[in-house]
């Protein structure tokens, strides 16, 4: 009497959300050391860009350990859809915690690891 639910199926790759890695690096006066600070200027641009449901639809995760503080560079991970959208918000912050900021978009990759050597390291 020890029935087994049968397993789940794996979803197939080409259902899978595809995935891209956004840099992007902090232009300002100051050092921005805190990531909290910078990931609350982007989720606050983009929530008021696009909305709860738009920013749930993009699955927009900030990646804190690839931020480098000393560079002020950093990785966001979107679908390939949002891509474009996600751009758009960074443009739009203004401000970093209390200081003035520009958050400009330096490049998108499909690999996290070429994506960190390439434009938050190199």
Same mark, same amino acid.
């Given at each position: 009497?020890?029935?087994?639910?049968?397993?789940?199926?794996?979803?197939?790759?080409?259902?899978?959300?595809?995935?891209?890695?956004?840099?992007?690096?902090?232009?300002?006066?100051?050092?921005?050391?805190?990531?909290?600070?910078?990931?609350? %200027? #982007?989720?606050? +641009? @983009?929530?008021?860009?696009?909305?709860?449901?738009? /920013?749930?639809?993009?699955? &927009?995760?900030?990646?804190?350990?690839?931020?480098?503080?000393?560079?002020?560079?950093?990785?966001?991970?979107?679908?390939?859809?949002?891509?474009?959208?996600?751009?758009?918000?960074?443009?739009?912050?203004?401000?970093?915690?209390?200081?003035? %900021? #520009?958050?400009? +978009? @330096?490049?998108?990759?499909?690999?996290?690891?070429? /994506?960190?050597?390439?434009? &938050?390291?190199?």
């Amino acid at each position: 009497m020890n029935r087994q639910r049968p397993r789940l199926r794996p979803i197939l790759p080409t259902l899978k959300e595809k995935k891209r890695y956004l840099a992007f690096e902090i232009l300002s006066n100051g050092k921005m050391k805190d990531f909290s600070d910078v990931s609350r %200027a #982007i989720w606050g +641009s @983009l929530l008021s860009f696009v909305g709860t449901r738009g /920013a749930g639809e993009m699955g &927009v995760i900030m990646i804190p350990e690839k931020y480098n503080a000393k560079r002020q560079r950093g990785l966001i991970r979107v679908a390939h859809t949002g891509l474009d959208t996600l751009r758009a918000s960074l443009a739009l912050v203004q401000k970093v915690g209390d200081d003035d %900021a #520009i958050v400009r +978009s @330096l490049g998108a990759s499909g690999i996290l690891m070429k /994506a960190h050597k390439k434009f &938050v390291e190199g």
